[in-house]
Every structure is written in structure tokens, then in C-alpha cells.
């Protein structure tokens, strides 16, 4: 969840804006914000637990032409070292509960794999798929999240948005334009607050069979404790491949990106599409690394990999 407007920035004045006070602030280190674990500070930082202070922040920026990025569980993110010069509006609304017997409704700021267990919990089935995807849930729908074939958007039955004028309006998915790894949210700016999803009623036993299956398929590929942003490429879309998707991390295989380090960034070793930081990298690292990747791959294929990964501030 993003917008990275360039404008000139202004000192925000708390008072002006009550519900504000006192969660502005100032020289925010960064980097315990990004699953890569870099990055420099933010100008001014912003915690919105509530969807009001999520409204009067983007309000806030809005209103006085701040530059800003709102971000969720740092899953996807590659932060500047420099940080960002602006207004980082961190989303943490929490809430998880039964809107009826096979609708969950979940604030934007809850895991996805909290959101998975709370629907294995209660019986229900259709979001196994997602298991061990990191990240929270506004930000799987901001980028429609998926896996083996699922995505997000396959379950979501309406979606609550703050745009950026702070006004609070509840949609079909339809509204959110959700392609590949993609929505129409990326456009317009407007930022996911709530989500209801429907799922069907199932065995509890095999709902949590299928999504420790899954958690072990993706420890045996994916750095689980390590510091990464999971796949840094989109795969290529190709309708004569599994879930008519050509992996990148394949292609990357056979281009022999396994054994590019830059600093203190390695391709893993279990799966070349992924980048971790194993000691002390920079952002500056990771992002030489990636774009090394992506000539190997275009040098062999002629192929030019599109990032999964977001960037934020100057590179």
C-alpha cells in the first residue's frame, strides 16, 4: 500500500490535526519495518492503530501536500538507506471476528496467517493456500496475494478504504480491479482499513492438515527465519505452464543467479528468488543484487523480470 507523490514537504503541525496528537514522529528508524531488516529513518512516522488516525493522517498529507507512503507488514519492502524524506503512515488496525457462520471480518493490520488460523479455528476452508505467506492482510489485498494457484481475491466478499482525503467507503472486490499480483488500488491510492472474506464450512482436522503441508513445503524452499522479502520477481505469466504462471526463480536458476553476493546480500540457495540478508547488507546491497539478477535473466532469455518488491525512497 503506497503512494509516492513527489511534492515538497512541510513540517505537519499536530495541532491542527487533534486525533494526531501525539503520534507524530520524528527521524522513525526504518528498518525494523522492512522484513530485510535495512533502510534509513523516516522524516516524520506515524502509527495508526485506529482508522481514524489512519483517516487524519492521510488527510494530514493530503491536505498539506506531504509526500508519504503508507506501508503494512514490511513484507514486500525495500527501503532506502537513506530513508524516506516524508511521512511514513504505518497501518496496524487489529480486529478478527465472525461476521457470520462462514464470513470472517479482519482489520487491515492482521497477519495473513493469523487470519489463515482463525479460519482453521472455526472450521472453515479456502485460504489454505496462503499458508506461510508473510506480510499483513491489507497488504495481500493491495497486491492480491497468492500461491498454488489461489489468490486473495478468491475469498474476499467486500473491502473497507480510506482514500486520500480521509473519507471511510466500503466496496465489492470488483471495484479493486484485482489482477496478477496487482489491483487498482496501486492507482488510486486508496488504503485497505477492513475485509470481510467468505469461506465454506470444513473439517478442522484437514483445513490444519493442509496448511501445516504447505507450511512444510514452503520451510523446505523458503529462508523462514531469515531476513528476505520473500520472491523479489513476478512470475511470467504462460498458459502452458502449472498454474499458467513460468516461475522467475526458475529462470533465474538457469541463468545462474544462485551465486551472485553483493555485500552482505546473497541469492538463497534454495530458491533463486529470493534475495536474504545474511550479514549486516544494505539496501544499497540488495538493490545492486537484484538488478544483477535481472540481467542474468534478460542476457539468457531475453526476458525483463518485473519486481514484486516495492521500493521506497531514493536509490
Known sequence: MLDLKEVNTKMPHSATFENLKNKLEENKPLAEFSTFNTGGPAKWFVLADTVEILAEALKMAHQKQIKHVVIGGGSNLLISDDGFDGLVIKVALKGLKLASETIIECSAGESLMDLIRFMAENSLTGLEFASGIAGTVGGAIYGNAGAYGGEIKDVLTSVTL??????IKKVAPDYCKFQYRDSYLKKSKEIVAQACFSFEKGNKDIINQKIEEILAIRA????????????????IPDPKEKYGKLAAGK????????ELVVGGAAVYEKHANMIINTNNAT??????LADMMKKKVYDKFGIELEEEVITIGKF
Do not use: M, Q, W, Y
Open 220 to 235: 523446505g524452499k523458503h529462508p523462514v527465519d531469515g531476513k528476505t522479502a520473500g520472491s523479489f520477481f513476478k512470475n
Open 162 to 167: 480510506v482514500d486520500v482525503e480521509g473519507n
Open 251 to 258: 529462470l533465474l536458476e538457469e541463468a545462474g543467479a544462485k
Open 283 to 288: 539496501s544499497k546491497d540488495i538493490r545492486e
